[in-house]
């Protein structure tokens, strides 16, 4: 495959992430325009999000366990479509029930999207380069988070909150034609990519349970980010736009660093990404009514967390310790549960602590991450059970055949001995 389209590809691949992302983070910035437009409370319109990461918590590995015989272009093209279409369902409905169903619909194919495109994207290059790769993939997601969601926001503002889903639709509609065109018909079970590089059960449980704690404790604190620039910091609430656009600025340059380093190291990668949201959370929580302080420490895990998740994909091509995709589909519903667990855990704290005990509750979850990462080093003293087999002449040294060829012809003689002996007494 030529180089040109290899980076066509991944050019869509990661053009897909920023859809994705930008889909399931939307409704946040049109909260009010939705809720004023389908006659609904603002709270249900918060429910589409919520219900969004549900169906792609309990969706992704039954999806991908299901489609797996399906060749990665027809499957990825397939979900692109299913975008496409969901996202202009929208645009033809004014009841609540069908935006619901749509956005539902949407997350089906997200969960499929995000199990395949990990595999699917490092198969264009050389292994050497698959954590880079998987890196610049996960990039488009960052990117929308403060580009994306963002102007979303403002031409729905504008025009009407379905003009915004209605851009949607259209970008879809682009990325489908990307892949479709670009990316190569790989067989699901063929290529470098289809399974882990170094299969091991133990290091996928404990990547699993890092990314779902790191991601519980990095969304307490950023839920109620708002809230902490402006009540703490002393922030206007104007100002709270520019802040959000430093963090997302220092997320591109995490993935940037993480894309540089991590094929030397994937797993020592991960557990700087996390040791360094541990300080900037921490420090965060000391010294937030120091207005610049708090942009910094901000921006700083910002760009820790978007380091982290660079890192998953390229630790599942590692350590998967069976087909990648179902092993992407468990990190993904992982990262879900996270996002899900992390907002409902700062919302417990903040009408007691407010977004001060928001922050300290993801410090403390995101430490113990850190202590969980660094529990990696152990899985190599840790003994692996062998069986017992009995020692054969090939693993046996000479002179132990001499000994026991010697020992054998003395019992051999002293059983000559004694019979001799007997048939004499006999006699």
Do not use: K
Not at 206 to 222: C, E, H, N, P, S
Not at 305 to 327: E, I, K, M, N
Request: aromatic share 6%; with cysteine.
């Amino acid at each position: 495959m030529g180089r040109i389209r290899a980076m066509g590809a991944l050019i869509g691949l990661c053009g897909g992430t920023f859809l994705y992302t930008t889909a399931e983070a939307l409704p946040v910035g049109l909260l009010l325009p939705m809720a004023t437009d389908l006659a609904v409370s603002p709270a249900r319109v918060g429910a589409l999000v919520t219900a969004y990461g549900a169906v792609v918590t309990v969706a992704s590995v039954p999806l991908a366990a299901l489609v797996r015989g399906v060749p990665r272009r027809r499957l990825l093209t397939a979900m692109l479509a299913g975008f496409v279409a969901s996202s202009a369902v929208t645009l033809v409905t004014d009841t609540f029930a069908l935006v619901l169903a749509a956005r539902i619909a949407t997350a089906a194919t997200h969960a499929l999207f995000w199990a395949v495109v990990v595999p699917a994207a490092a198969e264009l290059f050389r292994p050497g380069a698959r954590g880079r790769v998987v890196a610049l993939v996960f990039a488009g997601g960052n990117v929308a988070l403060f580009l994306g969601v963002p102007l979303g926001t403002w031409l729905g503002e504008r025009a009407g909150w379905r003009a915004a889903f209605l851009a949607m639709a259209a970008a879809g509609a682009v990325v489908l034609i990307v892949v479709a065109a670009l990316l190569p018909a790989t067989p699901p079970e063929e290529g470098h990519a289809a399974r882990g590089e170094a299969p091991d059960g133990r290091r996928f449980g404990l990547l699993v349970a890092v990314a779902a704690v790191t991601t519980t404790g990095a969304i307490a604190a950023y839920t109620y980010v708002a809230l902490f620039v402006t009540e703490v910091s002393g922030f206007a609430p104007a100002a709270v736009a520019a802040v959000l656009v430093a963090r997302g600025v220092a997320s591109l340059l995490g993935v940037g660093v993480v894309a540089a380093v991590v094929d030397r190291g994937p797993w020592t990668t991960m557990v700087g990404t996390v040791a360094v949201q541990a300080v900037a959370l921490v420090g965060l929580f000391a010294a937030g009514r120091q207005p610049w302080a708090a942009v910094a420490l901000i921006a700083v895990a910002g760009l820790g967390f978007a380091g982290f998740t660079a890192t998953l994909g390229g630790l599942v091509l590692r350590v998967a310790p069976g087909r990648s995709d179902l092993a992407g589909a468990t990190v993904s519903a992982a990262v879900n549960v996270g996002i899900a667990g992390g907002a409902f855990a700062g919302g417990l704290v903040l009408p007691g602590h407010g977004p001060r005990g928001a922050v300290l509750v993801g410090a403390v979850l995101v430490g113990i991450a850190l202590a969980l990462a660094l529990c990696e080093r152990r899985l190599d003293r840790a003994p692996a059970p062998q069986a017992t087999r009995p020692r054969s002449a090939s693993h046996t040294s000479p002179s132990a055949i001499a000994a026991g060829n010697a020992s054998a012809s003395t019992s051999r003689s002293s059983t000559s001995r004694r019979t001799r002996s007997h048939a004499s007494s006999g006699t």
